[in-house]
């Protein structure tokens, strides 16, 4: 065997291989990052009285129960009324949990709204935190 591939055998396969399970375990752990918090980015796509929502919405508060109160679903309900309301102003942007943390302190409804920024605040630390 030559050196090249000595080398493609030895180290270069192996990096490959690392890499490749290293992106798939990352992938299935965003993938389940976004079933949970999937809802806090999503509503754009479904009406604030959508079962599926408050369900979502519901086992989120279940998960973090010190974090969410119980009544996180009907305030973030609310929220969405008025995202959509700033959105068709065209105050709020779209697409993002990003977008619409800062939307909440753009418009400065942030205060009306605290629980909904802190799920908002969980769900955009675990990937700066997943690094």
Do not use: W
Request: some cysteine; glycine content about 4%; hydrophobic content about 40%.
């Amino acid at each position: 065997m030559s050196s090249q591939q000595t080398f493609e055998a030895t180290t270069f396969y192996v990096i490959f291989d690392q890499l490749k399970s290293t992106l798939e375990k990352r992938i299935e752990a965003y993938s389940r990052a976004l079933q949970i918090f999937g809802v806090l980015t999503e509503y754009e796509s479904t009406s604030d009285e959508d079962i599926h929502v408050a369900d979502a919405v519901t086992r989120l508060v279940g998960m973090y129960t010190n974090n969410l109160s119980s009544d996180f679903p009907s305030k973030f309900r609310q929220c969405i009324c008025c995202v959509k309301e700033q959105r068709h102003y065209e105050i709020a942007p779209t697409g993002s949990a990003q977008m619409m943390f800062q939307m909440l302190y753009t418009a400065v409804v942030y205060r009306a709204f605290p629980k909904t920024e802190v799920g908002l605040r969980i769900y955009l630390s675990l990937m700066a935190t997943n690094c």
